[in-house]
């Protein structure tokens, strides 16, 4: 018989489609919106009740006659526990996570609620977790309804890594849009659909989204939450220099601020770079108002402080517990000197050089492009005898240029280490210095005959390269697997093949270089790491110095050529040094020439000063916006200054420029210090305080890693595989596990299952945490087979009732695992909107010594160690099942006190949104409420007896 949806109020249970499910509040007369028991808002289904018959469910007893040991009580309390994901804590999304974020990290989200649209810079170090804060926001305001899709906007190289951490970490599965992936997923489409018509969370690439062409069909479809990575890379300055590339992506994300709905979230480690407009136009794309308003006001610090959260590794100290993060980064510098052909080169190209710049032939065009390619030719020679001919056989970038501006745009873009390039993808390429275009000229015949004495350099000794294998060897035997980073890709590829041959078998060596496309680099880091009994080091150049982590495998940074800015180098060490990196230290190391003038210059005037700055305040500092204007005074006083080079020191060279920057420098880093006490955020940190109670409850609800573990490998064991133990977790055999659970487990499952509890985890191995699907699948089987008897009993290993003997009580005591409903009206974002209904699921375990009808309540902290005792001696099923037929007949008795406490979590649980809520400044105390749906389901009746007398 079919029956209407009048009859069933929210929160009630029924039976349809063979199943029991929740009636949730979204139901209409004649519709009826069901939740499986225990299930998620994704495993939703209506139900038209004229088509298919709907009755009501009440939950039974459990049967006496089907009774367990006690390890299956443990087993079914577990799996309800992982099982379920409608609970309805402040933070809904945190139940579905397999990351356990730490209390810092929920800065960021705390700053989020307090805000009807989230428009939110977060700007933390490079390292503390910028992709978790955003993540998790990402995932509440989607657990909330807040959000209908997800689009994060990155570089190609970092797309991968996007879409595998939301998956893994936040269960939210993105597609990657990309220029390589645009055909496959427009096969699909339907009709005028585009790909982000159809594709509810998408990973696209900011370069090939920003293409006016592509951009308007994106903006048209993209979802109200966007997420843009290196948000530093879309913002314009009143320099002028970020080019065509830069004005695009600006316009790309002005237009999608520019909807006023839109929750924006910008990411990036270097907000500032030094320049104050370029700080202000990406904060104007938060609020408008940021553009102009003064920040030295109390007004202006506060509203820039409800939109910008920036923390420093010094001030998230105290926040760590027991967070993977190093304790301290060791820096060292390490010195050679040219071997005697490679200064006689070195000296040859400089007296060229210094030739060229002072030759006034073609005007001050022709002298600029001369001056650059010097320039280029000398970074070049400083870094490798292989990049030093590359450059002097390649084309200079500014040879073709038609007037001074130009040649100094392009000379600057080229040769120099600019924080607003407007792309990594070119960063590693050499810069030319051949600007000769008569291919028969004295000019090109010497540069080709410096060419040919650079490649000959290689097999006559490069100190450079020794000084490097003695360091990467003395790395790894302490213990440390090394990135060398190098400048450009020739370099990489000479420094790579000298590591294979002095390293041997034993190591695997690898190279990652601009010469790959962005999808292949992170492909080709997965095949160097893959082999357990090959250490790696890996080899690369910048093009891996932003936003890929590395910390899983590496623990230090070789500097094989200096950056000419500090935050190349931080970003670089920042790879190793961050989030999840389980050496309490790491290294660096900077490798330097004393004879060489180039990377003198880079080392007193900037590298020396970063890193003394960095130790006296604890954060790095960017280095002033005119350090680039420093940087080519000098070299160009090195070129044409009338001594001989050989008699030139640094301090004798551009004294005035380099104190007045290093005072500037100083004063930034003040500032800095001066800022860090100015926003509002530290106080919502001293605010975390107050909802500490939700974050014992949510790392109380995740079950750490060794319980999940335990769960697992028990489970798995009881339903037949063939369990091994191996590492930080086990290898399941799963050919005899039930034809019902193996269905659950995703698409190609493999046929042993190895699982690891340690994130990250290795290539082709899951993750033991309650989200991963091969441990949800596992839950969901052994609750819903414990529920059904007519599972054969062999393959429904949870039971509902057992009795046990034991030294753990002195007096009958009964374990209740109990399932509560809890009914929650929480106001939403928009004031002009119904507030939200919802249906939540609560399990709790409840005790009392004696017979039901005078229950002594054991006190809520005693409970849990009941799951631990150990059986001391059997009860037969001949005596255990009158006493369970005894116990469960009376159970009517305990109602009362079932009552009470659903009641007590209802109150405990409104008085916990409104804490979250308060905390993050909303005053909507009078518009939550939560009451219980009764009576409780008892799902597990276990007895425990104290151990018999002689």
Not at 224 to 243: K, M, P, R, Y
Not at 315 to 331: A, K, V
Not at 400 to 405: C, E, I, L, S
Request: proline share 6%.
């Amino acid at each position: 018989m079919t029956v209407t949806a009048e009859r069933f109020e929210p929160g009630t249970l029924v039976k349809a489609r063979g199943r029991e499910w929740v009636v949730l509040p979204e139901s209409e007369p004649g519709l009826l919106v069901l939740r499986p028991l225990g299930g998620s808002d994704d495993e939703r289904a209506a139900v038209l009740t004229d088509l298919e018959p709907v009755t009501g469910a009440t939950f039974a007893y459990p049967d006496p006659t089907d009774a367990g040991n006690a390890s299956r009580a443990a087993l079914l309390r577990t799996a309800l526990r992982i099982g379920f994901r409608s609970t309805g804590g402040p933070f809904r999304s945190l139940g579905g996570l397999a990351v356990e974020p730490r209390p810092y990290q929920l800065v960021p989200l705390l700053m989020a609620l307090r805000q009807d649209t989230v428009r939110l810079l977060i700007a933390d170090d490079v390292g503390i977790g910028k992709t978790v804060e955003s993540g998790l926001i990402a995932a509440e305001l989607l657990a909330q309804g807040d959000a209908d899709g997800l689009a994060v906007l990155c570089s190609p190289a970092l797309a991968e890594q996007w879409q595998r951490e939301l998956a893994e970490k936040f269960g939210i599965a993105a597609e990657l849009v990309l220029p390589g992936t645009v055909r496959r997923l427009e096969r699909d489409l339907v009709g005028a659909q585009s790909v982000f018509d159809r594709h509810r969370h998408v990973v696209v690439s900011t370069d090939y989204i920003k293409r006016p062409e592509l951009r308007d069909q994106f903006l048209r479809g993209a979802p109200n939450l966007v997420i843009v990575d290196e948000a530093h890379s879309c913002v314009l300055d009143d320099s002028n220099s970020g080019g065509r590339s830069r004005m695009l992506r600006h316009e790309l994300v002005r237009r999608l601020a520019a909807r006023d709905d839109r929750h924006l979230i910008l990411v990036t480690a270097t907000p500032h770079s030094g320049k104050d407009a370029g700080f202000r136009n990406l904060v104007g794309l938060l609020d408008p108002r940021l553009e102009t308003i003064d920040l030295e006001r109390v007004e202006g610090r506060e509203l820039l402080a409800r939109h910008f959260v920036q923390r420093r590794r010094v001030d998230i100290r105290r926040f760590l517990e027991d967070t993977p993060f190093p304790e301290d980064r060791e820096s060292t510098e390490r010195a050679y000197r040219l071997t005697g052909d490679y200064r006689s080169l070195f000296d040859d190209v400089v007296a060229y050089a210094r030739q060229t710049v002072r030759d006034p032939i073609g005007g001050q065009v022709r002298q600029r492009v001369r001056y650059w390619s010097a320039l280029a030719l000398l970074r070049a020679m400083a870094s490798s005898p292989q990049a030093a001919a590359a450059t002097l056989r390649t084309r200079a970038a500014n040879a073709d240029a038609t007037d001074a501006a130009e040649a100094d745009a392009l000379g600057r873009a080229a040769v120099l280490d600019l924080p607003d390039d407007e792309t990594q993808e070119s960063v590693d390429l050499v810069p030319g210095a051949d600007i000769e275009a008569d291919s028969g000229s004295p000019e090109r015949r010497e540069l080709l005959a410096f060419a040919r004495r650079a490649e000959a350099l290689a097999a006559k000794g490069d100190n450079k390269l020794e000084l490097l294998v003695k360091e990467v060897k003395a790395l790894l035997g302490d213990g440390f697997n090394p990135v060398v980073f190098c400048r450009y890709i020739d370099t990489a590829e000479y420094v790579a093949d000298r590591l294979t041959a002095a390293l041997g078998k034993n190591f695997a060596v690898g190279c990652v270089t601009g010469a790959l496309p962005p999808e292949e680099r992170m492909e080709r880091i997965r095949e160097l790491t893959a082999d357990p009994k090959r250490r790696p080091v890996l080899v690369a150049t910048d093009c891996l110095s932003e936003g890929v982590n590395l910390q899983e495998h590496f623990q230090a940074v070789v500097h094989y050529d200096l950056a000419w800015n500090p935050t190349r180098h931080e970003q670089r060490e920042g790879r190793v040094d961050r989030f999840g990196q389980r050496a309490p230290k790491v290294r660096a190391v900077m490798i330097y020439g004393t004879d060489n003038r180039i990377d003198e210059i880079v080392l007193k005037v900037l590298l020396r000063k970063h890193e003394q700055i960095r130790k006296a305040l604890g954060v790095s500092v960017p280095v002033p916006d005119r350090s680039d204007d420093v940087l080519q005074t000098i070299a160009q006083e090195l070129l044409i200054a009338p001594d001989a080079p050989e008699q030139l020191t640094i301090e004798g060279l551009g004294t005035e420029l380099r104190t007045d920057l290093h005072k500037e420098w100083d004063s930034a880093a003040e500032k800095e210090k001066e800022s860090r006490t100015k926003y509002a955020q530290r106080a919502i940190a001293s605010q975390l305080e107050e909802v500490k109670p939700e974050l014992a409850e949510i790392r109380a609800s995740l079950g750490t890693p060794e319980e999940i573990a335990h769960f697992a490998q028990a489970g798995f064991a009881a339903l037949g595989a063939d369990v091994v133990a191996n590492g930080d977790g086990f290898d399941a055999t799963i050919g005899g596990l039930p034809l019902a659970l193996r269905d659950a487990f995703p698409a190609g499952y493999p046929a042993t299952l190895a699982l690891r509890r340690e994130l990250p985890i290795p290539a082709r191995a899951a993750h033991l945490d309650r989200t991963d699907p091969y441990v949800a699948a596992l839950a969901r089987y052994l609750l819903e087979s414990a529920l059904d008897r007519t599972v054969p009993a062999d393959q429904r290993p949870a039971r509902r009732a057992g009795v046990m003997r034991t030294s753990a009580v002195s007096k009958r005591t009964t374990l209740l695992l109990v399932r509560f409903r809890l009914h929650l009206t929480l106001p939403t974002r928009a004031a002009d909107t119904e507030p939200r209904r919802m249906v939540a699921e609560e399990a709790r375990l409840l005790a009392f010594r004696g017979a039901p009808a005078a229950a002594e309540w054991l006190p809520d902290e005693e409970v849990p160690a009941l799951l631990s005792a150990t059986p001391t001696g059997n009860v037969l099923p001949e005596a255990a099942t009158p006493l369970l037929k005894r116990v469960i007949g009376k159970l009517d008795e305990v109602t009362a006190h079932l009552d009470v406490t659903a009641d007590g979590l209802a109150e405990a649980l409104r008085t916990s949104h409104i804490r979250v809520r308060e905390a993050a400044g909303q005053r909507v105390r009078r518009q939550i409420s939560v009451s219980a749906q009764k009576p409780a389901d008892v799902l597990g009746v276990y007895i425990y007896l104290p151990e018999a007398t002689a």
